[in-house]
């Protein structure tokens, strides 16, 4: 791998790491800052100037990758489906990265209940600790847990599509966004080339466009993590955190083996790709997962290393990774295989193995069509829990109590849910021949940045 590339790996882990230690001061010295900022108005200036400006930071690179997130999946998706010429081979791609989808979701789920029937988490917590948790933050989760309704499955697939393709454009519908993309590119295929090859060769010019601001947006990345962590870290509840521990060890126990230990091992099998190859490729991906915990603002980005890091061609790339990125909710499954046993051990409901079953066909069904976007794992959780009977009071009891660490699960969870995107558009540009080698890749990376490049590698 080329060497600039390797050297924003690095800066985007060096902000991580300084925001993540400048977040954990001011919480630690949060009362000495507020006593500061209450005695000394000039004081107290600099704090909320300070505060808005780091928020400020985060949020405008986060909505400088939204804002690439939809012409990217448009143009690039409209350039591959018109120059397939093969309905036959869309289908297969389409096939393929559906069952592999739904597959490893409900694999991810079945880890996280193996793992919270192990650890028991719910068990930790008295029953004094449990009601002074939930008490605390039952207001905040009663707008998610009215808002959550159980998945349709015909209106699910009704939905994938648009009643107005330009108002899925605004909206970033992406699942709309995709059929769209498909809808034209193919449509592209069956009208004359004189007339189709002007509008091929504009959408084509545009995702060269849109790719070079992503390349310009990631200049920031570094500082932008940084505001990001930090901003998470400053107003982390440590007290909760302790009190959940275990929880929190099971989620990311579960976490952890999905991503190190499933998704290499499928990898090696399917495609002979080694884990240090899979892992450098996806580097940025994976970090700017975790500090912004959006797979769908992550998606510029996650297309990026696919494509150009990782060798999958633009074809699976562009349909691979958008469907991704709404329906593949690996991580966040597994949260909810966790959570659901959590919260029935918190308040002594036995779920039996057909309730555990019905959790991991529930949880599967409403990953698709989830928006990627952070705090959407609650939402989703409330469906499940209903689907095995828990009762209101119990329910909302519960999602108060982890509430209050939601946010630091999120992160990790979004990050296997990217990761698994990438795993997924590697085994299907394999199995189409289409997944460039390690040499290669390189080879490339090197001549578009200028660097030497070994023609015999």
């Not at 200036?45 to 400006?53: H, W």
């Not at 700017?288 to 915990?293: D, E, H, M, V």
């Amino acid at each position: 791998m080329s060497k600039p590339r390797l050297a924003l790996h690095w800066q985007i882990l060096v902000g991580m790491l300084l925001g993540m230690v400048a977040g954990l001061l001011v919480n630690v010295l949060q009362g000495p800052i507020d006593a500061a900022m209450a005695s000394h108005p000039f004081v107290a200036g600099i704090g909320q100037f300070t505060a808005s400006a780091n928020g400020f930071v985060g949020d405008l690179f986060l909505r400088g990758l939204r804002f690439i997130a939809v012409p990217i999946v448009l143009f690039s998706l409209i350039v591959g489906a018109s120059s397939l010429n093969d309905l036959k081979k869309l289908s297969r791609i389409g096939g393929r990265t559906i069952l592999i989808y739904l597959s490893t979701t409900a694999f991810a789920i079945s880890i996280g209940l193996v793992a919270a029937n192990i650890a028991q988490p719910g068990t930790w917590l008295s029953a004094e600790l449990r009601d002074r948790l939930a008490s605390g933050a039952a207001a905040a989760v009663e707008g998610k847990v009215a808002a959550a309704q159980a998945p349709d499955t015909w209106a699910t697939l009704l939905d994938l599509v648009p009643q107005n393709p330009f108002a899925a454009l605004a909206e970033g519908n992406m699942l709309q966004v995709v059929f769209t993309a498909l809808a034209v590119g193919v449509a592209l295929t069956l009208i004359p080339k004189e007339k189709s090859q002007p509008i091929i060769q504009a959408a084509d010019g545009l995702n060269d466009v849109i790719i070079k601001l992503v390349q310009a947006v990631m200049v920031v990345a570094p500082v932008a993590v940084f505001c990001l962590i930090a901003k998470v870290m400053a107003t982390m509840g440590f007290e909760v955190l302790g009190a959940l521990l275990v929880y929190c060890l099971t989620v990311l126990g579960g976490l952890l083996v999905v991503t190190f230990g499933f998704y290499p091992l499928v990898l090696r099998f399917f495609t002979g790709i080694k884990p240090k190859r899979f892992f450098s490729a996806i580097a940025p991906a994976q970090l700017l997962a975790f500090s912004s915990s959006s797979s769908s603002a992550t998606l510029p980005v996650t297309m990026e290393c696919v494509e150009e890091r990782l060798g999958a061609g633009e074809d699976v790339t562009s349909f691979v990774i958008p469907l991704g990125a709404t329906i593949n909710m690996d991580g966040t499954a597994l949260y909810q295989g966790v959570a659901a046993l959590f919260i029935a051990q918190l308040y002594g409901i036995d779920l039996s193995f057909g309730d555990q079953v019905t959790i991991v066909l529930t949880a599967t069904l409403a990953s698709v069509g989830t928006a990627g976007v952070p705090g959407v794992g609650l939402i989703m959780l409330v469906i499940v829990l209903q689907a095995v009977g828990i009762g209101d009071d119990a329910m909302k009891g519960g999602i108060a109590i982890i509430f209050g660490v939601d946010r630091l699960l999120d992160m990790c969870r979004t990050t296997t849910n990217v990761t698994g995107d990438c795993m997924v558009a590697a085994v299907v540009a394999h199995a189409e021949g289409d997944l460039a080698s390690e040499a290669a890749v390189a080879a490339r990376l090197a001549r578009l940045e200028g660097g030497p490049v070994d023609e015999n590698p």
